[in-house]
């Protein structure tokens, strides 16, 4: 096992560039995911790093090592793709024994290993099988087979639940954590679904448009995003944008909203007055007749706990999520109240979050532990 | 009315598949009838071939057989008497008719002149196919569509259009009548077709396979041979068959590039009319055999050849 570090690593096709300039380390046995919309650099990253792509600029290493031109097959790491690529023509056995016969491992010893995989997974029983004939699941598991097989550098996944019904996708979202508790392999693992990421990752990057836009763990991306972006595309419903002018000065507490006074956490920069944005988590908004930021309710989604109710604002509709006992109809004229300490502040025009007391006490708190 | 007619769409109705099951019948019946006819001439004798009107029913006669891979000369009855007992089935019959057995014919070396031409250039051209293929199909090529284009534009206009420079050409360079001349030819002719045809057979193949080969620890060809081969067979035995049939059936380049020893069976069975009046039953025989390894060829493979035709057909 390994550990990677991407330095300034661009990729361009033609005057497309997917990839500018990223920088991230991997720690060795860490679960690293790359996440973001479909077209933002993450899967050509991914494929930098395996080597099927070479990259326009920028180093990677392996473990310390260089590989930054070395092909494919000197890598040592381990690919599982969204499509599985499980030769069709062999069987489950042949399938995970592919790379090892590369290595011209001698036979019994692939056996034994192959073996040992198989009881891993928990597919020993479907050894003789063809691979055309299995269910989504154990394709899957087949593939993983194959990668782990090796004991390679690294594992490299890209979507690799894309293809699987979202049942299934939970059961391998557990199964693909809990694998990776058990051999603590460095795993570099590509999704555009936020939920895989949340919920699997030790660290997340956030891409769009070939830029790394946060690096963190899922908690820190998910309280405390970098960008606009970022708050927009993790969270469901997403975060809430409210705009506000003017400036910011270091120390203030309170903005003005609507014409509503809102308790913020500590400015701790001074911003130039410009176009601002407010961001509030669902989960952040209560309902509060006292408010003076005030709204009216333009329909609710029911979801059992809780229910999301959008509000019409006079700056559009924001979303909140609140205990589903409240009874609420169309129509309603309500106050909301939001959460002070939990609120993000960013700059339109750049779409950057401004620096506050939330980013403090995180860097104090790590701090601590570290 | 539209009522009908969706329901005909769903599902045919038994009326009509009784239509179309007649069409296909009566189709198929009269594509045979041809090949009944020269089965049959080849077992019949000179004779009842040419009998009007023509026997449906007869004894059937190896003579035609006989005849195919012999070359006969006429003698008198009372030389022919003065001989020792006749050796076997042929050498009787020839006597029959006055004649007795001169030696072998040309029929059996043609024969296999057309087999090493036509299953050599076959294999050339599938070769080939297969690797420019794969080329087109997964490096960015310079110039790939308009080379592409350019492999194509060479069955814009019937090969024979280019006979008399090639027969130029070969003269020169000494490929007349040589069977490496033959199967360069004809592979020349297949590879477009093959790598037109194999392109999009290699297209329908996933590159995360080669991909998963590849960083598994084998080198692109390893990646090639032991992945997109194996998963390309059925694309390779249709381009094959039709390689094959071609090569196996040409006439004109064949009877204008060989006359000796590279002469092939096309341009070879006709000549037998020419020997010892209108043999039909010969030429009906040389015929049947002819048609043989083509028929086992695609009988085998037929499988292939039916996914084949069907583009695009490669399970994913």
Not at chain 1, 303 to 315: N, P, R
Not at chain 1, 319 to 331: C, D, M, Q, Y
Request: with cysteine; aromatic share 10%.
């Amino acid at each position: 096992m390994a550990e990677i570090r991407v330095q300034h690593l661009r990729k361009a096709f033609g005057d497309f560039v997917a990839v500018q300039d990223s920088n991230f380390v991997v720690e060795d046995g860490e679960f690293f995911v790359m996440l973001g919309p479909s077209g933002c650099g993450k899967t050509t990253t991914l494929r930098m790093i395996a080597g099927l792509e070479l990259p326009t600029g920028g180093q990677i290493l392996l473990g310390g090592d260089d590989v930054t031109m070395l092909r494919a097959r000197e890598r040592d790491i381990a690919f599982v793709f969204q499509l599985f690529a499980l030769y069709p023509h062999m069987n489950v056995r042949k399938n995970i024994g592919f790379p090892l016969l590369a290595q011209g491992m001698p036979s019994a010893e692939i056996r034994t290993r192959v073996e040992e995989t198989a009881k891993l997974l928990r597919i020993d029983h479907l050894l003789n099988k063809s691979v055309s004939g299995l269910a989504g699941g154990d394709r899957q598991r087949v593939a993983l087979g194959r990668a782990i097989v090796r004991r390679p550098k690294c594992f490299l996944m890209d979507e690799p639940l894309g293809t699987l019904d979202t049942e299934f996708r939970d059961l391998m979202v557990h199964e693909l954590r809990e694998l990776h508790n058990r051999i603590r392999a460095t795993t570099v693992y590509v999704t555009h679904d936020q939920m895989e990421a949340m919920s699997m990752a030790d660290k997340i990057a956030v891409m769009n448009h070939g830029v790394i836009e946060q690096f963190g763990s899922p908690r820190e991306i998910y309280d405390r995003p970098a960008t606009m972006f970022v708050a927009d595309f993790i969270g469901s419903p997403p975060m809430n944008f409210l705009g506000f002018g003017g400036g910011l000065a270091k120390g203030a507490r309170e903005i003005i909203v609507q014409g509503a006074k809102v308790a913020v956490p500590e400015v701790r920069e001074d911003i130039a007055p410009s176009d601002m944005a407010l961001g509030i988590r669902p989960e952040h908004i209560r309902f509060d007749d006292a408010s003076k930021l005030r709204g009216a309710i333009y329909g609710t989604e029911y979801l059992g706990t809780t229910q999301i109710v959008a509000v019409e604002t006079a700056d559009g509709i924001i979303k909140a999520r609140v205990p589903a006992e409240i009874r609420l109809s169309t129509g309603d004229h309500v106050g909301l109240t939001l959460s002070s300490a939990r609120l993000s502040l960013f700059e339109k025009g750049s779409g950057r979050a401004v620096r506050t007391a939330i980013h403090d006490v995180a860097s104090e708190r790590r701090a601590q532990h570290g | 009315m539209s009522l009908t007619t969706a329901h005909s769409v769903v599902a045919p109705s038994s009326n009509s598949k009784r239509i179309a099951g007649t069409i296909i019948v009566l189709y198929a019946l009269i594509s045979i009838v041809p090949l009944l006819w020269i089965f049959a001439t080849s077992f019949k004798t000179p004779p009842d071939s040419i009998a009007y009107p023509p026997k449906i029913l007869f004894q059937p006669s190896l003579e035609g057989y006989c005849n195919l891979f012999t070359t006969r000369t006429r003698q008198t009855p009372e030389y022919i008497n003065s001989l020792g007992p006749a050796t076997g089935f042929c050498d009787e019959t020839t006597r029959k008719r006055n004649m007795v057995i001169a030696g072998p014919s040309n029929f059996l070396p043609r024969f296999v002149n057309s087999l090493i031409i036509a299953f050599g250039s076959t294999f050339c051209a599938v070769f080939l196919g297969t690797l420019s293929a794969y080329g087109f199909s997964r490096f960015k090529v310079p110039l790939a569509d308009d080379l592409l284009f350019f492999i194509l534009s060479t069955r814009f206009m019937p090969p024979i259009a280019v006979a008399i420079p090639i027969y130029l050409m070969y003269r020169e360079l000494g490929l007349s009548d040589t069977a490496l001349g033959m199967i360069l030819l004809y592979t020349a002719v297949n590879v477009s077709l093959a790598v037109w045809l194999l392109k999009g057979f290699i297209d329908e193949i996933p590159r995360e396979y080669e991909e998963a080969a590849m960083i598994d620890g084998y080198t692109r060809l390893q990646a090639f041979w032991r992945t997109v081969l194996p998963q390309a067979t059925t694309g390779i035995a249709a381009t094959a068959i039709f390689c094959l049939i071609f090569a196996w059936n040409e006439y004109a380049f064949a009877a204008l590039l060989t006359s000796g020893t590279a002469q092939t069976a096309p341009p070879f069975i006709p000549t037998i009319i020419g020997e010892g009046g209108q043999d039909w039953p010969a030429v009906a025989a040389g015929t049947t055999i002819f048609l043989v390894p083509i028929l086992v060829f695609t009988i085998l493979l037929r499988k292939q050849l039916l996914r084949g035709i069907t583009f695009g057909a490669v399970r994913k």
